[in-house]
């Protein structure tokens, strides 16, 4: 099936995305590394920096790809997106905390911190996708980016946030951007349109759970990615992991009994499971109890379940 853009638009799209990138390479011309010791701190960054990496391209990208009419498409896309981002969240960083054209340097916690904040336009993502050509994406990766990063500036310089609690803001921050950018691109296309473009691939279902499954399983490396303390970290891991694990059980269930025949749907399972996750996103390693942690990922796995239902984007579900 030939693509549905004329043949001019075609190049036209690559060739800005290509010039996009060389113009970031020329921005990076103003940034050098630093030049750490390599000791045991500096590795263990680097493995939650792997956790991230896997949970943003694998996970999120394979968790789009439900989709009838652009399932392999999606993941193209989220790495895209990621791999865009990240440069832009970097140098927006950089240039905001630095006079502009003056020798920056960066490390491995810059990377990682720009990875946390390209996690919000990969959950906006989720409900632009197959509505938005690559350009349009493009630039919603960089406005949001912006924003996001003005967000974060806001945050630490006015209200003195730390960087996990200004992180766990991304959620909600990349569920309503997804919503307005989505109610954007919807003005003007007949209902129709917009619900063939959302219908799901029984197909897919087996890839979209594998990205549930990488989420799941490095959520509690997302979770305490920018905790400083071993003992706020130790502590994240656990109560991420133990509100994970009731969310997964509560949307299978409720999965099930929600349906008329007992059958578990998948678009549930998707987004519930996760649910716990981002509930103790933001408290997790101020949780003293697991069955505090536990009852978070209850409550939040039978919102999800409501929310999966009732809104028209389900993937969105997440951000919440």
């Known amino acids: 099936m030939g693509s549905k853009y004329s043949r001019s638009l075609r190049c036209c799209l690559p060739l800005w995305a290509f010039v996009l990138q060389v113009a970031f390479i020329i921005l990076f011309f103003f940034i050098s590394y630093d030049t750490p010791q390599v000791d045991q701190k500096l590795m263990e960054t680097y493995q939650v920096f792997q956790d991230l990496t896997l949970m943003a391209a694998l996970g999120f990208g394979f968790l789009s790809s439900s989709f ?8 193209a896309f989220n790495l895209f997106i990621l791999a865009l981002g990240v440069q832009g969240s970097i140098l927006l960083e950089r240039f905001l905390s630095w006079p502009f054209l003056q020798d920056v340097a960066i490390n491995l916690f810059s990377i990682r911190t720009a990875t946390m904040s390209t996690i919000p336009v990969l959950i906006s993502a989720g409900a632009v996708l197959g509505k938005a050509n690559l350009v349009q994406l493009a630039v919603m990766v960089l406005m949001e980016a912006a ?13 003195h946030m730390e960087d996990h609690i200004i992180a766990m803001h991304g959620h909600v921050f990349g569920a309503y951007f997804g ?4 109610w954007c691109l919807s003005r003007g296309v007949g209902e129709k349109a917009q619900t063939e473009k959302a219908q799901m691939a029984t197909s897919s279902s087996l890839f979209a759970m594998l990205g549930t499954f990488l989420l799941w399983i490095f959520w509690p490396s997302f979770n305490s990615a920018l905790l400083e303390w071993p003992n706020e970290k130790k502590t994240a891991v656990l109560n991420t992991y133990y509100a994970l694990a009731v969310s997964a059980v509560t949307a299978t269930s409720m999965s099930a009994l929600s349906h008329p025949q007992g059958k578990i749907n998948m678009v549930h399972i998707h987004n519930a499971v996760l649910a716990g996750g981002v509930a103790v996103g933001a408290p997790c390693f101020l949780i003293t109890s697991p069955w505090i942690a536990m009852v978070l990922g209850l409550t939040a796995g039978l919102i999800s379940i409501g929310g999966a239902k009732c809104l028209p984007f389900p993937h969105l579900a997440v951000g919440f």
Request: aromatic share 12%.
């Open 68 to 75: 009838r009419r652009h399932s392999w498409s999606s993941v």
């Open 147 to 159: 924003a996001f990063g003005a967000v974060r500036l806001v945050d630490k310089k006015v209200f």
């Open 179 to 182: 919503l307005l950018v989505a």
